[in-house]
């Protein structure tokens, strides 16, 4: 059973939590900060709820917020809870920037903090196992150039890497933009016997044509007005390692040609020269448009392409990786987080969520930058979605069959015949609901207008099936 520590010198909270969540968790109770973290130490639990009044500063923050700042320094992934009043909402703000998960405003609703709890445990499971495979990881996927991921389609791409690497023919990598195309060619590359030779990479549709071919093959002296000594180009950089030609389906088709007879004869004339160059060059290529097509229309040479991609290997895009989207989160931002030296522990549970339902048509590049967009710019210690980008200013779009519409003129008389538990729930829905319709939609604005923080509004939210679009 989890472990769930209260904290709090309140006789009457701690037997309501007690009667409450006694069959739900394995309960650990201290009335005082020093209690506290001598339990915390010895049983170090997962969730922590903490009323920030405790003796000898019961109507301050002061033993509160060190007790936060020393359970979080013991165990930085802790979930605390806040629990405050009206008069400690500026400290509870001050804990939640300070590393708290959550708070919530007493007086106690047990349905509603039930579901704080229930998804805080959730998110420490969560982070937990992706922890797990970032340690495992490394060792498993050793040498193959920072690719990470557990879903089945990668596992496959993993196995298909070890298997080609050795083996010297030209390969081609498929996939779309942001896929991580260069780390595939830089994995078979550094577990090949070339691994002590050079990768060079070069992108044929970033360069225009006119100095693409000097680019890929060199020039003479005096080839060109400009041309004043001989320079070497790309494929002659290669020698004896891997060319890494990147969006080749953007390559022009005169040099398709020359890349050929290179493919075929392994030899290259540098731009004005006569004079034939051997090289022991590995041909890694890649490309995010569909091959087949640009044969059909004629952009692409077939012969060309039988000869890059005797063998393929095609990535999947990362709305296609499931639970990949949270490893890789993870693993950018413990990355940034050390980068930029910031204590960004994590996301909340809504921006989980936001990532889990975007279609990410950047990829794995995408959700990189928006990732270390929001390290850099965020004063909190979890992320939310706002700071990945994702609009919560834009209307959510709630899918309900009831409409707040009307009820504010109506009276107590609506309620009649309805238990109190029932009232207290219909009279909630229709407060978020008014609240939503009045600041158009803003998360940010209604959770600041009913006085809770943005998880709790979007565990609120929840609980009355009032889900964002």
């Keep these: 059973m989890e472990k769930l520590l209260i904290v709090d010198d309140s006789p009457e909270i701690c037997q309501q939590l ?5 069959k739900d968790y394995r309960l650990l109770q201290a009335n005082d900060a020093r209690e506290a973290l001598r339990l915390f130490s010895e049983h170090l639990p997962d969730v922590v709820t903490l009323d920030l009044g405790l003796p000898p500063d019961a109507d301050g923050a002061t033993e509160g917020l060190r007790c ?7 165990k930085p992934t802790t979930k605390v ?11 509870a703000l001050k804990a939640v920037s300070l590393g708290a998960y959550d708070f919530y405003r007493k007086p106690i609703e047990l349905a509603e903090l039930r579901i704080i709890l229930q998804r805080a445990f959730h998110l420490a499971a969560l982070e937990e196992e992706n922890r797990r495979l970032i340690r495992s990881i490394p060792e498993e996927r050793q040498g193959l150039s920072g690719i990470f991921g557990q879903c089945s389609p990668m596992e496959g791409i993993f196995t298909t890497i070890r298997k080609v690497a050795s083996v010297d023919v030209p390969i081609l990598v498929l996939g779309e933009s942001g896929t991580g195309k260069e780390l595939v060619a830089r994995a078979i590359h550094g577990n090949s016997l070339r691994k002590d030779g050079p990768f060079v990479p070069i992108n044929c549709g970033a360069i225009p044509e006119a100095l693409l071919e000097s680019e890929l093959f060199g020039y003479e002296k005096g080839a060109f007005t400009g041309a004043h000594t001989q320079v070497r180009g790309k494929v002659e950089y290669a020698g004896g390692g891997t060319l890494f030609l990147d969006e080749i389906g953007e390559m022009p088709a ?7 007879r290179f493919l075929q004869e392994k030899v290259i004339q540098r731009v004005g020269g006569r ?3 051997p090289l022991d060059v590995r041909v890694v290529a890649a490309t995010n448009i569909d091959i087949g097509k640009a044969i059909a229309e004629g952009t692409f040479r ?8 005797v063998i393929s290997v095609e990535l999947p895009p990362l709305r296609e990786r499931g639970d990949d989207i949270f490893l890789l989160a993870h693993l950018f931002l413990r990355r940034f987080s050390n980068e930029f030296n910031k204590k960004v522990r994590g996301f909340s549970s809504p921006a989980m969520e936001a990532l889990r339902g975007y279609g990410w048509p950047g990829n794995v590049r995408e959700l990189e930058n928006r990732v270390k967009r929001a390290v850099v710019l965020t004063d909190q210690a979890f992320l939310e979605p706002g700071d990945l980008g994702f609009a919560e200013e834009t209307a959510v779009g709630i899918r309900s069959g009831n409409s707040a519409e009307g009820w504010a003129g109506s009276g107590l008389s609506d309620l009649a015949g309805l238990t109190l538990r029932e009232a207290r729930g219909l009279v909630e829905k229709e407060l978020l609901l008014l609240t939503l319709e009045k600041e158009a939609g803003n998360i940010v604005r209604a959770a600041e207008t009913l006085g809770v923080s943005r998880p709790t509004f979007y565990d609120l939210m929840k609980k009355h099936g009032l889900q964002g679009s």
Excluded: F, H, P
């Excluded at 007690?18 to 006694?22: A, E, H, N, S, T």
């Excluded at 936060?68 to 013991?74: F, K, N």
């Design 275 to 277: 004079q034939d160059i």
């Design 18 to 22: 007690k009667w409450g969540l006694k």
């Design 302 to 309: 077939e012969d060309l392409y039988y000869r890059i991609g």
């Design 254 to 260: 005169r040099l398709q040609v020359k890349l050929l």
């Design 81 to 91: 809870v806040v629990l405050s009043g009206n008069e400690q909402r500026e400290n």
């Design 68 to 74: 936060l700042q020393e359970i979080l320094t013991q």
